[in-house]
T-cell receptor, first 112, second 115 residues
């Protein structure tokens, strides 16, 4: 059983379209992070959400943390080819202090 | 700030040889470093957690005798893939944490190809 269920796994859209990526769990988290990774590079932190119901915006990206702190979503408005990449949600926890557990990831391809 | 480097960025080695990958925190002291493995189009899988001066903690299913991790200083951790085989070919990513918080700073990754 995955701690984090991320969906969809693949997303292929045209430039200008909107999209939403979901990250769900049955567990409650104190915080959740979203990362973006480009091919051949390490993941880059986009945002950390900590408060239930919190909404954070980063230009065309909107991140929301569920009221119960069990789920999160990433919404991209008017997607651009530069948004193409692997999007990952992650939470802290596990046997090692500070250990991150990642969702399965969403591969987003935005076609011009 | 919070820059993590990895060396080499790409390495090709022959089956049966060993390869060492370095992970350095350039502008902070990393009390904890993490090593991940990533297959194409997949998420990151944690291999092990290393704390400076102590033995690494390996995740279930990761062979500690095959993937040797050394965290000898607060700025350097190394991952050695011993007796590499083609199935060890992967993208290896390290991250570093500067304290008892969960924030990790990721390196750019190392592409290992075993022929």
């Amino acid at each position: 059983t995955q701690l984090l269920e991320q969906s969809p796994q693949f997303l292929s859209i045209q430039e200008g379209e909107n999209l939403t990526v979901y990250c769900n769990s049955s567990s409650v988290f104190s915080s959740l992070q979203w990362y973006r990774q480009e091919p051949g590079e390490g993941p880059v932190l986009l945002v950390t959400v900590v408060t239930g119901g919190e909404v954070k915006k980063l230009k065309r990206l909107t991140f929301q943390f569920g009221d119960a702190r069990k789920d999160s979503s990433l919404h991209i408005t008017a997607a651009q080819p530069g948004d193409t990449g692997l999007y990952l949600c992650a939470v802290a926890g596990g046997t090692s202090y500070g250990k991150l557990t990642f969702g399965q990831g969403t591969i987003l391809t935005v076609h011009p | 700030g919070a820059v993590v480097s990895q060396h080499p960025s790409r390495v090709i080695c022959k089956s049966g040889t060993s390869v060492k990958i370095e992970c350095r925190s350039l502008d902070f002291q990393a009390t904890t470093m993490f090593w991940y493995r990533q297959f194409p189009k997949q998420s990151l899988m944690l291999m092990a957690t290393s704390n400076e001066g102590s033995k690494a903690t390996y995740e279930q299913g990761v062979e500690k005798d095959k993937f040797l991790i050394n965290h000898a200083s607060l700025t350097l951790s190394t991952l050695t893939v011993t007796s590499a085989h083609p199935e060890d070919s992967s993208f290896y990513i390290c991250s570093a944490s500067d304290g008892p918080s969960y924030e990790q700073y990721f390196g750019p990754g190392t592409r290992l190809t075993v022929t």
